[in-house]
């Protein structure tokens, strides 16, 4: 389907829950969420019906998110079915990877084919403190255990922070020199009003080539990612700049949160419910959200937050 701005829209964003076992402090709350009575939440089916919905009207690609997609019990059951919906050619799934030792080959077997791992730091005591309770080892335990599994893909997600990761550029992206993986640098959106995130916390992903003079551009890609190759490396190095140089004339993506809200764009307040409809209601709603999908975002800075309306373990990574 196309919007109304000549965007082919072939990407569906699915949350399957707002739960995580981290507390990553620019995602979600230090005491965690509030949790929903699970008849607010999408069933197992909903999902599944969501995504036949959307398939039915050209989505192609289909990321599954949270909060943390793999502390759901059925993830594997909904990943299977997911990947078996006619029309869906693509499957990944982003987590920090914590249940990637025990769920990697599962959700491989499932169908999955990329999996996105969360990765903002490679020193211990920096990634307890920016996770507030979690565990280096385990992470890298998860993306070990990524690679063993056979993904098509395995890609490494750094959200730049001024202050915190700016001095590990380099040591994240000689990551793609020793395995097979791809690092994407993502700058930090606004999505939080904590003084932690203050003006110099947001960096432009340039700084990114700046500490790399050695990285040489890639062909284009149909992703949202300006891609570059360090020599000799295994992977690529991607930027993604939502905020120096947002990519609304390439957006192809829609949402849809765990409790069931259709979102046509990530920084808007707007949303579509479609928990409880029908198949027809639902791809009414479908239709309505690509239909009302914006030419662009408002301005994104410390100073202009997202309007988005909530957290982002409450939308969907």
Do not use: W
């Not at 989505?59 to 019990?73: A, D, F, Q, Y």
């Not at 579509?272 to 479908?286: H, I, N, R």
């Amino acid at each position: 389907m196309i919007d109304s701005y000549g965007r082919r829209i072939t990407y569906l964003r699915l949350s399957v829950t707002e739960r995580c076992n981290l507390r990553c402090r620019y995602c979600m709350p230090e005491e965690g969420i509030c949790q929903k009575d699970c008849s607010e939440m999408l069933t197992e089916d909903e999902m599944i019906a969501a995504v036949q919905a959307a398939a039915s009207l050209g989505i192609t690609k289909l990321r599954i998110t949270g909060g943390e997609p793999l502390v759901k019990r059925n993830i594997v059951s909904i990943c299977r079915r997911a990947c078996a919906v006619p029309g869906i050619q693509d499957v990944a799934v982003t987590t920090n990877g914590l249940a990637l030792p025990a769920l990697a080959k599962p959700l491989r077997q499932a169908g999955v084919n990329r999996v996105n791992i969360s990765l903002d730091t490679l020193d211990p005591e920096k990634y307890r403190h920016i996770t507030r309770i979690g565990r280096l080892d385990q992470a890298l335990a998860g993306i070990r255990a990524a690679l063993d599994a056979g993904f098509d893909k395995v890609k490494i997600n750094v959200v730049l922070i001024g202050g915190f990761n700016d001095d590990e550029i380099v040591p994240l992206a000689n990551l793609t020199r020793e395995y097979p993986v791809d690092v994407r640098f993502i700058e930090l959106m606004p999505m939080n009003s904590s003084p932690e995130f203050g003006p110099a916390a947001y960096l432009p992903s340039r700084i990114v080539l700046e500490q790399l003079p050695d990285a040489s551009a890639l062909p284009e890609s149909d992703g949202v990612a300006r891609l570059y190759r360090l020599p000799g490396a295994l992977g690529s190095i991607g930027l993604i700049s939502p905020v120096s140089n947002h990519f609304c004339a390439q957006c192809n993506r829609i949402r849809l949160t765990a409790d069931g809200k259709l979102k046509p764009c990530l920084h808007s307040a707007v949303e579509y419910p479609v928990k409880g409809l029908s198949s027809a209601e639902m791809l009414e709603q479908f239709r309505r959200t690509i239909g009302s999908k914006p030419e662009k975002h408002e301005l994104l800075s410390a100073l202009h937050p997202s309007q988005a309306g909530r957290m982002m373990n409450q939308i969907g990574g």
